[in-house]
């Protein structure tokens, strides 16, 4: 996993709630036993005329012009602004493969799925709560500002806009520990085997049927 | 000190170490793995050197991909047939309590397929690579979707990394009327709390219309508990549930069986506990649904109009409805009855059960779909309950009525086999998900009830089942 640590990011307005994983990425692209190379997918029905399928060139594909990420202005975007309940739906973790694959590596909302919430962690990209105000504002301002830039600074846990204005966002230690470093997750729970290993030896006492 | 609600007790039995923050490793003891989002976590750990910690926890089947009519024919989209082998070898390799590959008598969707097999227990951990692990809440299981990372690191440690959410009670109290499912009242509590309602929560589902459901409506309930924002759905175990499981393969046997019985009576909310949030509805009062929208939330009773979106405040629901009425090619106002469908879908994890299968032929019987409807799809959740549905005839009745009748599957859930919708056409489905192009690119879904999609199936058009 890539390790983020501070990032200077143009950002990408998408200004609808409950976006799901299924607009996220389509199930066709579910059926890859790949976990790269589905940026170029990323939104795919609001961002084509066509149906895309897994492992098609897309350089060619006829665009939906008015669809933000296919706007001039917000190319090389690396910070997605985004309404409540983002990520809702299924768990595919497909969905921040995309995104991360595409370039974003923040994602700025009021709410979002807690599934995709958890999943984004696992792959380098940092889901950041904002109340809905501040989440107003920065789309108030991405709209009047172009090439608007968002400065997001894990160690402090802050976001910064142009103005020099900047809130703070909750994120769990682990998880915090884990993004700066990039670290592997398994390999640090591996770190517990023991503990594991006891555990299970006294589940399996209390309750053997579990055990067949 | 307070009491304990049922969630508390199924988390603290599997914590096998707290972090200061509350973050804790989880122990878990079932493990479901279906062929679309296992792929890249197997692979993961080939790449780490790593093996399964307790491959005896798995259960697994392909369910996704595989087709529903011409078995014999095999899968002919090469890009389904490699998701499919790919666990078929996945599984070789790491080893299963059960697999039941593509065509095995057993084989069905993962969901279904857990419970009845007994592989779904009270008081269990239960994990799989997809949302609608939630069902298995239904037997007073922790059970809740994760990613494919997590996947891997259930695969690798038997543990999963969680913080504990927060507890909300709904409670549904007093008697349904007749023609009102389980799925009705999961609609109706999606459309009361949204579909971000239970986002951070744990959920459980009580009152006496829920001890009211059998096994099976209780696994469309908690099926749909995802589809209120809620990772996990729980109802607490009960004779009924006993009653559901004794026997069943991987169920206890003997003595194990009476121990088991003792301790899962104590899996319940004690009556001094407290919940973060408390959400009632009254069982009377619940209607049959129909959705109108793209999200599951946008539902609303049978006789009602779709929604006018002048007539909404709020901007970004307003322009919610104004995109959804778009996509949907709805006219404001309309009443629900008075929309046609080109298909019908019965099926799914929600709703593909046994008694959900008896309940369409009942309305079925004796009568045959609108000549305007192009195909009625039936697709059983799995061999079993195919089985047991041509045991009863159900299947003739579905034939005779111009149904389909096929092998079992996720099919027109998803559409990632050949089941689907063409754009622009509209379906009513027993499925659980309206989004868009969720039944095939541009597809129309309306969630309705078994009862509700046969009957549209029959009469061209949806139709309060309570008149039909
Ligand atoms: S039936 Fe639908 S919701 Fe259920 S597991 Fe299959 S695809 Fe997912």
Known sequence: MKPFTYLDGLVCPLDRANVDTDAIIPKQFLKSIKRSGFGPFLFDEWRYKDVGQPDMDCTHRPLKTDFVLNQKRYQGAQVLLARDNFGCGSSREHAPWAIEDYGFRVIIAPSFADIFFSNCFKNGVLPIVASAEIVDQLFRECAAQPGYRLRVDLETQTVRNPAGEWFQFDITPHRKHCLLNGLDEIGLTLRHADEIKAFEKKHQAAQPWLFV | MAGKTL?????????????????????????LVHEVTSPQAFEGLRLAGRQAWRSRSIVANPDHNTPTDHWDEGIKDPVSRLQVETLDANIKDF??????????ANQGIIHVIGPENGA??????VVCGDSHTSTHGAFGALAHGIGTSEVEHVLATQTLVAKKSKRMLIKVEGKVGAGVTAKDIALAIIGKIGTAGGTGYAVEFGGSAIRDLSMEGRMTLCNLAIEGGARAGLVAPDEKTFAYLEGRQYAPKGQAWQDAVAYWKTLKTDADAKFDAVVELDAAKIEPQVTWGTSPEQVLPVGAKVPNPAKEQDPIRRSGIERALQYMGLKADTPLSEISVDKVFIGSCTNSRIE???????????????????QVLVVPGSGQVKRQA??????????????????????????????????????????????EG???AGGRTHLVSPEMAAAAAIAGHFIDIRSF
């Open chain 2, 7 to 31: 969630y508390d007790k199924l988390w603290e039995s599997h914590i096998v170490r707290e972090e200061a923050d509350g973050t804790c490793l989880l122990y878990i003891d079932r493990h």
């Open chain 2, 95 to 104: 080893g299963a309590l059960a697999y039941f590959p593509f065509k095995h």
């Open chain 2, 120 to 125: 779904t227990l009270p008081g269990m951990t």
């Open chain 2, 356 to 374: 959900d299968l008896r309940a369409a032929a009942k309305v079925a019987k004796g009568r045959r779909k609108a000549a305007s409807v192009k």
């Open chain 2, 390 to 435: 041509e045991a009863e005839g159900l299947d003739k009745v579905f034939i005779e009525a111009g149904f389909e009748w096929r092998e079992p599957g996720c099919s027109m859930c998803l559409a990632m086999n050949a089941d689907r919708l063409e754009p622009g056409e509209r379906c009513a489905s027993t499925s659980n998900r309206n989004f």
């Open chain 2, 438 to 440: 969720r039944q095939g």
